[in-house]
């Protein structure tokens, strides 16, 4: 059974930084591309960032420059480094994967929750 487990969100202040991890297992990771979506409250969710199999990564125009993303093949996880945070930031933040080559995301996470207060 494939489970992809988010963790490190929470209530932050504007400007403040945060780490969110997403931890999986019954899946070839490897093999997998991963991607952090987000919905926020009233909107469509929506990708920010995936990292390909050779560790390729690609971002939103929203969080470029300030969004990290990252795998860990020997953990078997993907991270989302966020620092400079904004209010428009605040969402449920969601991983996903998608087998490389493919374009549907077919794995999700429950999501965790990031409120960033101005």
């Known amino acids: 059974q494939v489970q992809l487990v988010e963790s490190g969100g929470g209530l932050v202040q504007a400007g403040d930084s945060l780490r969110l991890s997403c931890a999986t297992s019954g899946l070839t990771f490897s093999s997998y591309t991963m991607g952090w979506f987000r919905q926020a409250p009233g909107k469509e969710r929506e990708l920010i960032a995936y990292?390909?199999?050779?560790?390729?990564?690609w971002y939103a125009d929203s969080v470029k420059g300030r969004f990290t993303i990252s795998r860990d093949n020997a953990k078997i996880s993907v991270y989302l480094q966020m620092s400079s945070l904004k209010a428009e930031d605040t969402a449920v933040y969601y991983c996903a994967a998608r087998l490389r080559y493919r374009t549907q995301y077919i794995h999700w996470g429950q999501g965790t929750h990031v409120t960033v207060s101005s």
């Open positions: 990292v390909t199999v050779i560790g390729d990564t």
